[in-house]
């Protein structure tokens, strides 16, 4: 025993593996596509509801300020804008094409990579801008000239400064985070894959 | 109904055609048998979500085992700096009589090629499946001069570490 065809010999050695079935596939496919339709169905209901309820304040409170109303046209732009974007960014991940050469792979998941770092930088950036002058705008007369007491104006500004600090600088960080690792890493791997196969 | 049923007798087809070939594909590829039956669900996963995207113009083989290719690589194995673990053997053998015979062979056979780089450890194994050097070429993605001159060195590196394994 001594050359390649000996490892051939033991290669082909009869073999008995145990496969799961094609149903369990079929099945296991099944319940990605419906986790993953779960999962676009919860996004468009939150943005739904969101909408709804700006609506709803639109045509429940008569304001005074055409300021206000433009807070709220501005929220929704926020939030349709986001989860559009968002939206594309799940359909990209899950349609991806794993039958192409790894070269033409590498080189969607860079220009999807590119996007989603404009997005998570510039995007966000953006965002909280256009959220928060959303918020001052409404809040000028919901609270600043609103006839609530003094302590009372207080306590809501602190708790929307509160709120927004721990939505931007820490949940968002952290799932911004995370979404940069597990892309970097498979452009990695598809790297090396491509110089090793250079 | 009547074409879920005929595109599930397909799929079903292909799956038994396929899946041993993909699975010892994937246990070449890593040193765990459950990752690498994870490897051969996710493939024939994509398969079956994918297959409006079949266009024909490669062989339905080759089009699996590029999917399997680029499974197994995608896939970020969390204990990838981990030194290689025992292995098991990693199938049962139809002959009882010299099974710790050949489970030693085939342990030490895996133990080999897991000390390949990743896309080598994949070349080889379809090199041992007897898969036509034009469609491991086309799954890979390489030119046919160019996946020739890696078997040949393949062959050389793995025959070196195996028999060295051997001989231990």
Known sequence: ?198 | MKQETTAQNNFTEIYNKHAQQVLRMCMAYTDNEAQAKDYLQETFIKVWQHTHQYRGDAKISTWIYRIAVNTCLSNIRSAKNKMPEELNPHFDTADDNCSGFKEQHITNLYKAIHQLPETDRLIISMVLEEITYEEIAATINITEGNLRVKIHRIKQELTKIFFKYEQL
């Open chain 1, 1 to 198: 025993m001594n050359n390649f065809d000996d490892i051939e010999a033991i290669w082909k050695a009869p073999q008995s593996l145990s496969i799961p079935a094609a149903a369990a596939i079929i099945q296991k496919a099944a319940e990605e596509k419906k986790q993953l339709s779960r999962r676009i169905f919860l996004q468009s209901t939150c943005m739904f509801l969101a909408i709804a309820a700006i609506i709803y304040v639109v045509y429940t409170v008569r304001f005074q300020y055409l300021v206000t109303y433009i807070g709220l046209a501005i929220m929704s732009a926020c939030v349709i804008v986001f989860a559009y974007l968002r939206f594309r960014q799940s359909v990209f991940l899950n349609r991806a094409d794993f039958s192409q050469s790894p070269s033409v792979l590498l080189r969607k998941f860079e220009a999807f990579h590119e996007k989603q770092k404009w997005i998570n930088t510039t995007g966000v950036a953006w965002y909280t801008f256009f959220l928060n002058l959303a918020f001052a705008l409404y809040f000028y007369e919901t609270v600043a000239v609103a006839p609530v007491t003094g302590t009372w104006k207080i306590v809501i500004i602190i708790m929307y400064i509160a709120w927004m600090l721990v939505a931007t600088l820490w949940l968002g960080k952290r799932s911004i985070k995370k979404e940069h690792e597990k892309t970097k890493a498979i452009i990695e791997k598809i790297k090396q894959l491509k110089d090793e196969l250079a």
